[in-house]
């Protein structure tokens, strides 16, 4: 097996390599602030993990490839903010990751995959965005991996896979607490005490379910708003050995996106989240419908003058 850390690799290394036959993992996710018992890297150790097993899994499964997993770009937008939280505008991130990209791609690799572990929209649509681009400009495949898969698991969409994986049935309580889960709770909990146990505050056990309304999450920061400890969900019922049946459904899904890529089975645009199909979410929206509206309304108020001096013109 041929896993490599780029960071190792010498320039005459890298070269040696049969760029066919060698794919390159990217994780990308921010630090951000998850309530009083959590890490501010979680989303950077869920989305590493993922890109080391997702280069285990290749090399095993195709004899002869070779994996390189870069270093985690600690990089992401549309987070809460708190003591922690480190982020970059979603535009900012878009050319980041696009410049990472395109520098690989004219390094000659051919298969470029984006891990990530930040559920935040506009962060997704930035990686998704970037992914594109870098493969219609350099004629390769880069993907961003994690779009609808995480968000179909956060979203209670393999109950009955994990209830294979656990060799038990979800309790109603945990069934409650999965369909509502969304930031430091039973999922991101349940990971850390799998993966980091020892940076797991105790008071995991004691903080109470937190719910949210969606018109609460359309308020920006709202898990810390009005005393909020910044988390979202239910820590309490954490398990270690429900992040390692998810762990394994979410690698066997997102490796099978990576076989019908490579394969050519499938497109890039196969994973991406269910934001970027909305216009708002997409970097250049903003800019380009202010620039439509200045244009409007210039082309509003020429008009107007026009009208204006062509009245004035047939008057006696």
Request: net charge positive; hydrophobic share 45%.
């Amino acid at each position: 097996m041929t896993v490599h850390l780029l960071e190792e690799l010498s320039t005459r290394g890298l070269d040696a390599l049969d760029r066919a036959r060698t794919a390159v993992f990217l994780t990308v996710s921010p630090l951000e602030q998850h309530g009083p018992h959590l890490p501010v890297g979680v989303d950077a150790f869920t989305g590493r993990m993922l890109a080391e097993s997702l280069a285990r899994r290749l090399v095993e499964t195709r004899p002869g490839w070779t994996a390189v997993l870069a270093p985690t770009l600690h990089l992401g937008s549309f987070a809460f903010q708190a003591s922690g939280t480190v982020t970059v505008r979603q535009r900012v991130l878009r050319a980041v990751v696009t410049d990472c990209g395109a520098a690989l791609a004219r390094a000659g690799f051919r298969w470029i995959f984006v891990a990530n572990g930040h559920g935040g929209p506009g962060h997704l649509v930035a990686l998704e965005e970037a992914s594109r681009a870098v493969s219609r400009r350099h004629g390769v495949t880069m993907a961003s991996l994690t779009g609808s898969l995480v968000w179909s698991l956060i979203r209670g969409g393999y109950v009955e896979r994990l209830q294979a994986g656990l060799g038990r049935p979800l309790s109603a309580e945990e069934r409650a607490a999965l369909a509502d889960d969304s930031h430091g709770g039973l999922w991101e909990t349940s990971v850390m005490l799998w993966l980091r146990p020892e940076l797991v505050d105790e008071s995991y056990r004691t903080l109470p379910g937190v719910r949210y309304s969606l018109l609460d999450k359309l308020r920006p920061n709202y898990p810390l708003r009005n005393g909020g400890q910044g988390y979202a969900g239910h820590p309490a019922l954490a398990d270690p050995a429900l992040a390692r049946a998810a762990h394994d459904i979410v690698v066997a899904d997102t490796y099978a996106l990576v076989e019908g890529l490579l394969d050519g089975r499938l497109r890039g645009r196969a994973g991406h989240s269910p934001f970027y199909a909305l216009p708002f979410l997409r970097t250049r929206f903003w800019p380009t419908a202010g620039l439509g509206a200045l244009a409007l309304l210039g082309l509003t108020w020429l008009g107007r003058r026009a009208l204006r001096g062509s009245g004035r013109g047939g008057s006696p």
